[in-house]
């Protein structure tokens, strides 16, 4: 199986708990929840998920132990793609190859789904009855810093702050390493609490190290796409970046530098786990992302 089957089969795996953590008997509701699995259960890599159970099952944990986590990082992962694609944000008008939320259900429940579907992955974090409480606990605190002020959301307001000023190198990096970096490392380190390794330990500090840079050459590598990629197989515009006035890597290397910049940051991520049996699926997972064409 390759490392692109192997994503694939894992996506499918997460797909049913997923849209079963989404099912609500209270008709009405029923509006709201047809938003969130609407952005929940499009079709994606679940890199994210993939990350928390790939984690788990290197340290010798199991998927039940993670499951519910990779649930939660995928619901937090796709609200912040809810409220990223609005007109007060990017003003996106496709993600993934389909017309993005507010589009379809207009601005007003399109925010409170991307509100709705972060709440529902820390609930779901927290309330992980196949870990220890302690555990659950160790997850959930993980996903607050790293999405909040500190984290994902620090990152999205330094990036509408660049639009009035153009950002240095160093703040384009600490934007990146909150905006995108944020919830893989979170992904990875609720893998790491999935198998019994907490916070502090060696093995949650050389995951966040493969995480972060692995997020940051995710981010590049987007930036790339961005002018080389087509509409049909990206799923969304391109060329956006330039037309918004977005700093971006490109905006200080060139495509080769660029690319170069990614497999250093992707050789780096690869070194933080070199000494870890079983550690294989994931060097794959880094090569296949520094390669990716969507």
Same mark, same amino acid.
């Given at each position: 199986m390759t490392i692109e089957e192997y994503i694939i089969a894992t996506a499918e795996k997460v797909d049913q708990p997923l849209k079963d953590g989404l099912a609500v008997t209270d008709a009405a509701l029923e509006t709201l929840y047809d938003s969130m699995r609407y952005s929940a259960l499009s079709p994606g890599k679940r890199i994210r998920p993939f990350l928390v159970l790939e984690f788990c099952r290197m340290f010798g944990g199991n998927d039940a132990a993670a499951m519910d986590f990779a649930c939660a990082i995928e619901y937090i992962h796709s609200s912040s793609l809810v409220h990223d694609d609005m007109p007060c944000m990017d003003n996106d008008d496709y993600r993934r190859g389909r017309l993005t939320n507010h589009k379809v259900y207009?601005? @007003?429940?399109?925010?409170?789904?991307?509100?709705?579907?972060? &709440?529902?992955?820390? #609930?779901? /974090?927290?309330?992980? =009855?196949k870990v220890p409480p302690e555990a659950a606990l160790a997850a959930t605190r993980v996903l607050l810093r790293e999405v909040g002020a500190f984290g994902m959301m620090g990152g999205q307001c330094i990036d509408l702050m660049a639009?009035? #000023? !153009?950002? &240095?190198? =160093? +703040?384009?990096?600490?934007?990146? =390493? %909150?905006?995108?970096?944020?919830?893989? !490392?979170?992904? /990875?380190?609720?893998?790491?609490?999935?198998?019994? %390794?907490?916070?502090?330990? @060696?093995?949650?500090?050389?995951?966040? #190290?493969? /995480?972060? %840079?692995?997020?940051? /050459?995710? +981010?590049?590598?987007?930036?790339?796409?961005?002018? *080389?990629?087509?509409?049909?197989?990206?799923?969304?515009?391109?060329? *956006?970046?330039?037309? #918004?006035?977005?700093? *971006?890597?490109?905006?200080?290397? =060139?495509?080769?530098g660029a690319r170069k910049y990614a497999s250093d940051l992707t050789d780096e991520a690869v070194g933080a786990i070199a000494g870890y049996k079983n550690n294989e699926i994931l060097t794959e997972l880094a090569r296949f992302l520094l390669c990716r064409t969507k």
């Amino acid at each position: 199986m390759t490392i692109e089957e192997y994503i694939i089969a894992t996506a499918e795996k997460v797909d049913q708990p997923l849209k079963d953590g989404l099912a609500v008997t209270d008709a009405a509701l029923e509006t709201l929840y047809d938003s969130m699995r609407y952005s929940a259960l499009s079709p994606g890599k679940r890199i994210r998920p993939f990350l928390v159970l790939e984690f788990c099952r290197m340290f010798g944990g199991n998927d039940a132990a993670a499951m519910d986590f990779a649930c939660a990082i995928e619901y937090i992962h796709s609200s912040s793609l809810v409220h990223d694609d609005m007109p007060c944000m990017d003003n996106d008008d496709y993600r993934r190859g389909r017309l993005t939320n507010h589009k379809v259900y207009g601005e @007003d429940i399109a925010l409170l789904c991307g509100d709705a579907l972060m &709440t529902r992955g820390y #609930e779901m /974090a927290s309330l992980n =009855d196949k870990v220890p409480p302690e555990a659950a606990l160790a997850a959930t605190r993980v996903l607050l810093r790293e999405v909040g002020a500190f984290g994902m959301m620090g990152g999205q307001c330094i990036d509408l702050m660049a639009e009035r #000023e !153009r950002p &240095t190198f =160093d +703040q384009l990096l600490k934007m990146h =390493d %909150k905006k995108t970096g944020a919830l893989m !490392r979170a992904s /990875a380190l609720m893998g790491c609490i999935a198998a019994g %390794k907490m916070p502090g330990s @060696d093995e949650c500090k050389n995951a966040a #190290e493969y /995480a972060t %840079k692995i997020g940051l /050459a995710f +981010q590049i590598l987007d930036d790339i796409l961005d002018v *080389t990629g087509d509409v049909a197989t990206l799923g969304k515009m391109t060329h *956006t970046d330039a037309a #918004e006035g977005k700093t *971006t890597f490109l905006s200080f290397m =060139d495509i080769d530098g660029a690319r170069k910049y990614a497999s250093d940051l992707t050789d780096e991520a690869v070194g933080a786990i070199a000494g870890y049996k079983n550690n294989e699926i994931l060097t794959e997972l880094a090569r296949f992302l520094l390669c990716r064409t969507k």
